[in-house]
């Protein structure tokens, strides 16, 4: 046993040593390490050109941004657009700085992502708040923060040093880093939304400098050209607002302002009116402009005074293009768009009526109401029946539209043989029998009474058919209309005869029915 004590001894003391050699080679967090971020961005997919840059880039034509979070927005993309000017350096919560240059076609965050403020954005501090940590890539909402992944040592686990000693001593160690990302999609979806890139086009455009110098002509032309595009754009936006609106107002419904007149003489006003009036927008030709002629001269020269002046007369030749330019497009569209044909949708018939609509062919484009004329012209009677009645010692015979009624004025029994009704040159059989005691008996008082309108027959209807017509056209007509009556007195040996046609005026006979 004496003898295992030294070689144990050499065993444990290997042990240790080869365990605290792997502590040393075990790699301690750098306090100076951070996560290396790419130079740029390609933000083409969203925002055709452009690039975003990690370090924030500041030229000539550079256009600051301040943009504010707001938290529940109930627009797609949560930022508006804050006031740079007025915050004097301070940032507000939740906002954000954008270096927007529409020359160079990049965007970039104001702060620095140095590896000071990496540090700053240890796992477990308060990220957001700006008050603590101040605008950096801690804060920043178009930057995701992630902890790296850190593998577990499970060298140590179950080493003998931990059975050998109970209270281990602990390494100390930072923090550990996170890695910061740039949220490509939500920063162009930013720019686009908010619509930067021409922001920073119009402030720019209001800022052509005519100082130049040997250095700077080719940055003034990319200026100029800036300007060229933009009074282009302005140009075609200017169109397509005015033709926006025109084509918006034109689905909105007009109020309907109805008059109506009755020249057929029979309107009783039961007609249940559909207006279906619509405006047409005038067809429009977007017109595009090109301004680019106005800037060759400047091509391929070297600077120098002369050139310097020919710049500036070019930036006020396009100025004053511009101008002109847009004085005749507006008062052309205001000229054009200032009115809609009219389309009024009106069927010729509305049931028993003829109708004509007298309808504005055009419309003043900021009218909300429409004035519609209706002329009733005819009207459609259809099958004519007019009253009538005849009678003699035996036998009377009343009619109306639809009915005729045979009554016994006798104190004998009558036989009805036949009834025939005689309308317009037509004659029609409505009832008939044959033999000398045949037919319905009539005793005295009483009446038969016989439907007329299921019996007629098509040419009887046709005959007594009253088309479209006015009240001073059935004025000049006249219809012809009567019965003929076969009956036999009880006792009587022979059949008699009562038949009478008289001629109707047909517009009394119009008055009369409706």
Not at 70 to 85: K, L, M, Q, R, T
Request: charged letters at 20%; a neutral charge; proline letters at 4%.
């Amino acid at each position: 046993m004496l003898r295992e004590k030294p070689f144990c001894a050499i065993v444990i003391a290997a042990t240790i040593a080869l365990w605290l050699s792997g502590c040393a080679s075990e790699p301690i967090s750098n306090n100076n390490a951070s996560h290396v971020l790419p130079q740029t961005v390609d933000l083409s997919a969203a925002l055709e050109g452009v690039t975003y840059h990690y370090q924030p880039v500041k030229t000539d034509s550079t256009v600051p941004f301040l943009i504010v979070y707001e938290e529940n927005s109930a627009f797609h993309v949560p930022w508006f657009i804050g006031d740079y000017a007025s915050s004097a350096g301070l940032m507000r919560e939740n906002s954000e700085i954008l270096y927007v240059d529409p020359v160079q076609k990049t965007v970039s965050l104001a702060f620095d992502n140095t590896r000071q403020q990496v540090r700053e954005c240890a796992e477990g501090s308060e990220l957001r708040d700006s008050a603590v940590v101040g605008y950096s890539l801690c804060t920043s909402r178009l930057v995701s923060l992630t902890p790296p992944k850190v593998k577990a040592d499970t060298a140590v686990q179950g080493s003998l040093y931990e059975l050998l000693f109970s209270s281990p001593k602990t390494v100390n160690k930072s923090p550990p880093m996170l890695q910061a990302d740039i949220d490509a999609s939500g920063l162009a979806t930013v720019v686009r939304q908010l619509n930067l890139l021409s922001r920073a086009e119009d402030v720019l455009t209001a800022e052509v400098t005519t100082t130049l110098s040997s250095t700077d002509i080719g940055d003034f032309v990319k200026r100029l050209q800036l300007k060229q595009k933009t009074y282009e754009r302005k140009l075609l936006e200017i169109q397509q607002q005015y033709l926006g609106y025109y084509r918006k107002q034109a689905l909105k419904p007009l109020a309907i302002n109805r008059s109506v007149s009755d020249r057929s003489g029979y309107f009783g006003y039961e007609i249940e009116w559909m207006d279906a009036v619509s405006k047409v927008p005038r067809s429009y030709a977007i017109q595009h402009f090109d301004y680019s002629a106005l800037l060759k001269p400047l091509e391929g020269q070297e600077m120098n005074d002369a050139v310097a002046s020919l710049a500036n007369v070019v930036s006020r030749r396009l100025e004053q293009q511009f101008e002109e330019d847009e004085r005749l497009l507006k008062s052309a569209l205001a000229q054009q768009l200032s009115h809609y044909k009219v389309v009024c949708e009106q069927p010729d018939f509305m049931g028993q009526y003829q109708i004509s609509l007298k309808c504005p062919a055009s419309i003043g484009a900021h009218e909300s109401e429409i004035k519609v004329h209706y002329e009733i012209l005819t009207r459609q009677f259809g099958v004519t029946l007019p009253g009538y009645g005849m009678h003699n010692a035996d036998i009377s015979v009343q009619s109306n539209s639809q009915r005729v009624g045979i009554t016994n004025n006798s104190r004998k029994n009558i036989w009805i043989k036949q009834l025939e009704l005689l309308g317009n040159s037509h004659a029609q059989v409505l009832y008939g029998q044959t033999g000398v005691e045949s037919g319905y008996l009539l005793k005295p008082a009483q009446t038969l009474e016989l439907d007329i309108r299921s019996k007629l027959s098509e040419s009887m209807q046709a005959a007594l058919f009253v088309a479209h017509i006015n009240r001073r056209e059935a004025a000049r007509k006249k219809m012809m209309y009567g019965y003929r009556l076969n009956y036999q007195v009880e006792g009587a040996s022979q059949a008699q005869q009562i038949s009478e046609v008289r001629d109707y005026r047909l517009d009394h006979v119009l008055l009369s029915r409706y």
